[in-house]
């Protein structure tokens, strides 16, 4: 081992930093990444690094936006499902949940968001309460469910194409900050990705 050169021991460290192989007694190893690094397992489609960089880089965006930036109190989001026209089965909520988790932890009170995906299961809490079926109902004065701000959504657009040497996609995320009182888009930023290759992986 002391004839090994420093170099190639601090390489081997920074190797096993950067991925990590969990052997498992009933199968093949499996190598644990970053979200951030591209796997050997990849295609053309939507990959875990690309939500990184995408979803870090319209929370940044957002956050410097003027509405945001400026604002008198916290102003109240409210999520709205991304339209999806790109040839992936892509789970659109997972970049929305990502924009929110990265601006709660980063926007120190300046943002506020809402569960208004659970609608249903706080009206139901709300009207046991109200009806003082469990304790807090004094508390409540009709309806106290807060309004949106403003609105976070977006769209998936793509180019793709096919030939007899692979395939290639390209593909604009854009996310809007939408006003919803006078439909005004009051913040907007987008990434685009292209790739090309063999198209041999599937998405679920």
């Given at each position: 081992m002391?004839?090994?050169?420093a170099i190639l021991?601090?390489?081997a460290?920074l190797?096993?930093?950067?991925?990590t192989?969990?052997?498992?007694?009933?199968g093949?190893?499996?190598t644990e990444?970053?979200?951030s690094?591209?796997g050997?397992?990849?295609?053309?489609?939507?990959?875990?690094q690309d939500l990184?960089t995408?979803?870090?880089?319209m929370?940044?965006?957002i956050?410097?936006?003027?509405?945001?930036?400026?604002?008198?109190g916290?102003?109240?989001?409210?999520?709205?499902?991304?339209?999806?026209?790109?040839?992936?089965?892509?789970?659109q909520?997972?970049?929305?949940?990502?924009i929110?988790?990265?601006?709660t932890?980063?926007?120190n009170?300046?943002?506020?968001?809402?569960a208004?995906e659970?609608?249903?299961k706080?009206?139901?809490?709300?009207?046991?309460?109200?009806?003082?079926?469990v304790?807090?109902?004094?508390?409540?004065?009709g309806?106290?469910?807060?309004?949106?701000?403003y609105?976070l959504?977006g769209t998936?657009k793509?180019?793709?194409?096919?030939?007899?040497?692979?395939?290639?996609?390209?593909?604009?995320?854009?996310?809007?900050?939408?006003?919803p009182?006078?439909?005004?888009?009051?913040?907007?930023g987008f990434?685009e990705i292209?790739?090309?290759?063999k198209?041999?992986?599937?998405y679920?």
């Amino acid at each position: 081992m002391k004839n090994v050169p420093a170099i190639l021991i601090t390489a081997a460290l920074l190797g096993v930093a950067a991925c990590t192989n969990v052997n498992s007694p009933n199968g093949p190893s499996v190598t644990e990444l970053r979200p951030s690094e591209r796997g050997f397992v990849a295609g053309l489609g939507i990959e875990s690094q690309d939500l990184v960089t995408i979803s870090d880089k319209m929370a940044r965006g957002i956050l410097g936006a003027e509405p945001i930036a400026n604002a008198q109190g916290k102003p109240v989001v409210v999520l709205e499902p991304i339209d999806n026209d790109t040839r992936f089965p892509i789970d659109q909520d997972i970049f929305l949940t990502r924009i929110r988790v990265a601006l709660t932890g980063n926007a120190n009170g300046k943002i506020q968001f809402v569960a208004r995906e659970h609608i249903d299961k706080l009206e139901r809490e709300r009207d046991l309460k109200t009806s003082g079926q469990v304790t807090g109902g004094d508390k409540l004065e009709g309806n106290e469910f807060k309004g949106a701000d403003y609105i976070l959504t977006g769209t998936f657009k793509a180019i793709s194409s096919r030939g007899a040497a692979g395939a290639s996609d390209y593909v604009l995320y854009t996310f809007q900050l939408i006003n919803p009182n006078n439909t005004d888009i009051v913040w907007e930023g987008f990434h685009e990705i292209k790739k090309q290759g063999k198209d041999d992986v599937t998405y679920r």
